[in-house]
């Protein structure tokens, strides 16, 4: 009986080795690696994987900056049958032992400019021995080098049988609203992902050259790849993000496509010698992993021209985009569904509101997470069914549609105000704060009030010279706002807010010593 063929995104390595071996598939540094090289290397750590013991489905935990090598151990595993697991360098390493653990990983590869998180973590993780550590650019007893590793193993593909329901990755939540939750991914779901990327963005060929400049372990650096691997384009890597080496990045290799979040865009616009650059190269960017400011659009478009787009969407599989053409038609939309996805906004008892409403934003799509990991009761409470019976997920954002199914990102759910029974927005009031010529940035959040129950609270981070009060930017603020908008305090914040890898301010942090003591 005739079979259909898996598919995978690892297929996509041997498929451009074969036609366009000599072309460069990775820039990382002074490193550089054609896709025939890189197609033997991602066999050799696979090949190794299975001699050293690795089964379907087993997991392989990975601490890397960004390097070519811990691509090909990314895609290696894959290409063996393991889930690859990458983890936060942000984490503590209780937090990254807690979180192997939690995946059940059987191996663990670790780079030189994390060794001493690792080393720590590693102290919990006696689960793993010495044989499966796997040590990339370092010597070390503890560990086995990727060299001796790999010793001996086939430049051949391995003799695995890959289906799309197969687990190919888990990728750990950033943890905004909480512990971090590992977000499976298959074969399939991966694939389609990177797909519906390529097709949407309408940008991407063979001759393209991406930039990658978010982390290996964020759900946005997989979106930028993946689509130029499956192109047969080039994909030059950051290590590690700065302004600087972005802007040399474009001029040196010829860029033409970068996926950066907001604050990432900021200090590219502030670098001083940005005008030094050739930046002509460039023909799309696009911001995604928080939302992006209206006087920060019309800034990166009035440098680069018309060539920007923003992406809204969550790692467990629900995507928008709005394109160059029309960002500046509808400056606050995050776009329409991707191709092959759908959006829909329903209120708190799952009723599905009418345009213009704001409520919850619910998604589906053809590249779904399988699930969270050993976490079926947090799985069944991301779901919503459509009058058709298909299942969407829950996203966690509040939201609206237009008249034209364009959408409008509100707020986080959990921090939505509810004062006096009315429900306050965030964002709204932000935008309003930021219009003062004398803020950098704000973040406002709930804090309890005696009457109200909560109420706004703004935190304000000054520009360099600020004479205003934290009275006197309170009422400029109310005098703009609505009367149950308007915020009972203001304070002035000297450090950054906290945030996750991709920017995005972490609220709930902001949130806990206002309600420490409040029941």
């Known amino acids: 009986m005739f079979k259909r063929p898996s598919l995978n995104i690892v297929d996509c390595i041997a498929f451009n080795a074969k036609f366009r071996g000599n072309q460069t598939a990775f820039v990382c540094g002074e490193k550089r690696i054609t896709w025939k090289e890189f197609s033997k290397y991602t066999n050799r750590i696979a090949n190794a994987l299975v001699r050293s013991g690795l089964k379907k489905g087993d997991k392989v935990s990975l601490l890397c900056l960004n390097s070519i090598d811990a691509i090909a151990v990314l895609f290696g595993t894959m290409l063996a049958g393991g889930v690859i697991v990458p983890l936060s360098l942000l984490l ?29 973590a590693l102290l919990e993780l006696d689960t793993i021995d010495g044989k499966n550590r796997v040590a990339i650019g370092f010597d070390d007893d503890k560990y086995t080098s990727l060299k001796a590793f790999m010793e001996g193993s086939s430049e051949e593909l391995p003799d695995v049988t890959l289906d799309d329901d197969d687990e190919a990755c888990i990728i750990y939540s950033s943890g905004t609203t909480g512990a971090p939750k590992g977000i499976i ?20 060929q063979a001759s393209t050259v991406t930039i990658a400049t978010t982390p290996l372990f964020a759900n946005t650096f997989w979106g930028t790849i993946m689509p130029t691997m499956l192109a047969g384009g080039t994909t030059a890597m950051m290590t590690m993000f700065a302004p600087g080496d972005f802007l040399k990045i474009v001029q040196e290799e010829r860029g033409n496509i970068a996926l950066m979040v907001p604050t990432q865009f900021q200090a590219v616009l502030s670098h001083p010698d940005i ?12 911001c995604a992993g928080a939302t992006l400011p209206v006087p920060l659009k019309k800034q990166i478009i009035e440098k680069f ?29 995050v776009g329409i569904p991707v191709f092959g996805a759908d959006v829909r906004i329903v209120d708190d008892d799952g009723k599905q509101l009418p345009t213009g409403e ?29 009058e058709r019976g298909r299942t969407f997920i829950r996203t966690g954002d509040m939201g609206r549609l237009d008249e034209d199914g364009y959408l409008y990102i509100v707020d986080r759910k959990r921090d939505m105000i509810v004062s006096g029974g009315l429900n306050v927005f965030a964002i ?8 003062h010529e004398e803020i950098k940035d704000v973040a406002v959040i709930a804090v309890p009030h005696e009457k109200w129950g909560e109420t706004p609270l703004a935190l304000v981070i000054r520009q360099p010279g600020a004479k205003g009060t934290e009275e006197e930017i309170k009422e400029w603020a109310n ?3 609505a009367k149950h908008q308007r915020i009972s305090s203001l304070e002035f914040r000297e450090e950054d807010f906290p945030r996750n890898v991709l920017g995005k301010v972490l609220k709930r942090l902001l949130r806990e010593p206002y309600w420490k003591e409040h029941s």
């Open 185 to 204: 991914h298959t074969h399939l779901s991966r694939t389609m992902f990177a797909l519906s990327m390529t097709i949407s963005t309408g940008a991407i």
């Open 305 to 333: 021209g018309n060539i920007l787009g923003e992406a809204y969407g969550i790692t467990e599989g629900v995507a928008t985009g709005i394109p160059p053409e029309y960002i500046l038609e509808k400056p606050t939309s």
């Open 428 to 435: 709204d009031i932000e935008g309003v704060l930021r219009q």
């Open 358 to 386: 704001v409520g919850e934003i619910v998604g589906y799509s053809h590249w779904f997470m399988k699930g969270y990991h050993n976490n079926p009761q947090a799985t069944a409470e991301m779901v919503w069914l459509d």
């Open 275 to 286: 005008d030094t650059y050739d930046l002509s190269s460039l023909t799309l960017l696009f």
């Open 479 to 481: 005098a703009k706002l």
């Open 92 to 120: 503590t390493p209780q937090m990254i032992a807690s979180l192997t653990k939690d995946a059940g990983s059987g191996f663990f590869f670790a780079d030189t400019f994390l060794k001493a998180l690792a080393d720590s």
